[in-house]
């Protein structure tokens, strides 16, 4: 099932990487509102629009590429059940240029464990 996320829904002031970093942090939103919806089997359609400012790396890292680093994910999994929608281009580039480092990243990962 196709569900629809808006992060202002969860905070018009998305901040901060970990949920020690305080109220709408990318860490609480990964783990309470995406990953639940993921293993459940929903495709998920993230409108990011309608926040109060702009968005920092370390919401973005945590609460979306982590989920391939972090969530046993793997980068054609994300690619294939989760949408991005923004009417603001450098937002959408931003996130997809964190989720392409997590995709190196977890080849990276995965090439040293078969000890290439």
Same mark, same amino acid.
């Given at each position: 099932m196709k569900k629809i996320l808006h992060v202002k829904n969860y905070t018009l002031e998305p901040f901060g990487?970990?949920?020690i970093?305080?109220?709408g942090n990318g860490e609480e939103y990964r783990k309470k509102y995406i990953v639940p919806e993921l293993k459940e089997g929903n495709t998920l359609e *993230?409108?990011?629009?309608? =926040?109060n400012d702009e968005y920092g790396s370390s919401f973005l890292v945590e609460a979306?590429?982590?989920i391939i680093?972090?969530?046993?994910?793997?980068?054609?999994?994300f690619m294939e059940k989760i949408q991005f929608k923004s009417v603001h281009e450098d937002w959408l580039e931003d996130l997809y240029s964190f *989720?392409?480092?997590?995709r =190196?990243?977890?080849q990276g990962n995965a090439a040293k464990l078969k000890g290439l």
């Open positions: 990487r970990y949920e970093d305080g109220e *993230i409108h990011l629009d309608g =926040i979306f590429a982590n680093r972090k969530e046993g994910f793997s980068y054609d999994e *989720i392409e480092e997590a =190196i990243d977890t």
